[in-house]
């Protein structure tokens, strides 16, 4: 995905990277779940973000656990799911 991203070795396709974020998503891969977060936060549909980042979090991703933080702290991420991916993480 990150060579369709930056344009490495391919043509920038940001479909193609979709796809093989949620392929790797899919297969287990925390850091591309934690970025279909950051795709669908730009997208602006933080529901799905967060949903991403919570899962990405339990399989014990950084960057998720501090998106779901920033996210509690603006009132996004109720108490119960922050504590729960909190707990899941360590």
Same mark, same amino acid.
């Given at each position: 995905?990150?060579f369709y991203?930056?344009? /490495? #070795?391919?043509? /920038?396709?940001?479909? /193609?990277?979709?796809?093989?974020?949620?392929?790797a998503?899919? =297969? *287990?891969?925390?850091?591309?779940? %934690?970025n279909?977060? #950051?795709?669908?936060? *730009?997208? =602006?549909?933080?529901?799905?973000?967060?949903k991403?980042?919570?899962?990405?979090? &339990?399989?014990? %991703?950084d960057?998720?656990?501090? !998106?779901? &933080?920033? =996210? %509690?702290?603006?009132?996004?991420?109720? &108490?119960?799911?922050?504590?729960a !991916?909190?707990r899941?993480?360590q």
């Open positions: 995905a990150r991203h930056e344009g /490495k #070795c391919v043509e /920038k396709d940001g479909k /193609k990277e979709l796809y093989h974020l949620e392929q998503a899919i =297969g *287990g891969h925390a850091g591309a779940r %934690y279909l977060g #950051c795709v669908e936060e *730009g997208n =602006g549909r933080m529901d799905r973000a967060i991403h980042w919570i899962i990405a979090a &339990k399989l014990g %991703y960057a998720s656990l501090d !998106a779901l &933080k920033g =996210g %509690y702290e603006d009132g996004l991420v109720s &108490k119960e799911d922050f504590a !991916a909190l899941a993480h």
